[in-house]
């Protein structure tokens, strides 16, 4: 089975707005992301985005037109080299008691069970403690960056150095 890093999108890979990414061009890659999902890449690492998205269920956007975010995403990560296995997201606000908001780790699990992707030996890369707990949940370890930062390539360092020594991924 493949092992994978999960990746939270915005404030990880994209810049956190207070008022949600509704529309494609509010969406802002990071500085600083290509070299290390490039690197996680050639590592043998599958690359999934898994994120929480309540701007649906909010009525601030709808399905389509998160759609059309995740095209520009996964277009602007193309030209750089970078490429994306899948992306998840929970369209739920926080009230719908949902499986798949983190930090429930629904669409952790789901994405192992879709890709083939050993949970065990895959990491999560988050800004918040809910994507922590949901790697916690799903029998992944966590590493916790800095909210729009470049802390990417730091957690990437991490993750494999801690895989060249011959650690396995389980827990956190």
């Known amino acids: 089975m493949a092992r994978a890093v999960f990746l939270d999108r915005d404030g990880v890979l994209t810049r956190e707005r207070s008022d949600y990414v509704k529309k494609p061009e509010e969406l802002e890659i990071l500085p600083g992301i290509y070299e290390p999902l490039r690197e996680i890449r050639e590592k043998g690492f599958r690359i999934v985005i898994v994120t929480n998205q309540s701007v649906i269920g909010r009525g601030l956007t709808t399905h389509e037109e998160m759609g059309r975010i995740h095209e520009k995403l996964r277009f602007e990560l193309e030209r750089q080299g970078c490429t994306v296995d899948a992306?998840?997201?929970?369209?739920?606000?926080p009230s719908?008691?949902?499986?798949?908001?983190?930090?429930?780790?629904?669409?952790?699990?789901?994405?192992?069970?879709?890709?083939?992707?050993?949970?065990?030996?895959?990491?999560?890369?988050g800004d918040k403690e809910i994507d922590l707990e949901a790697a916690r949940r799903a029998g992944c370890r966590g590493i916790r960056v800095l909210t729009n930062s470049d802390q990417l390539a730091n957690a990437v360092h991490i993750i494999l150095s801690t895989e060249d020594s011959g650690l396995q991924a389980g827990g956190s």
């Not at 992306?87 to 606000?93: A, G």
Request: proline fraction near 8%; charge should be neutral; glycine fraction near 8%.
């Open 96 to 125: 719908e008691g949902c499986d798949c908001r983190k930090p429930e780790p629904g669409m952790i699990i789901r994405a192992a069970s879709d890709l083939g992707i050993d949970r065990s030996r895959s990491w999560m890369i």
């Open 87 to 93: 992306i998840y997201y929970c369209p739920h606000v």
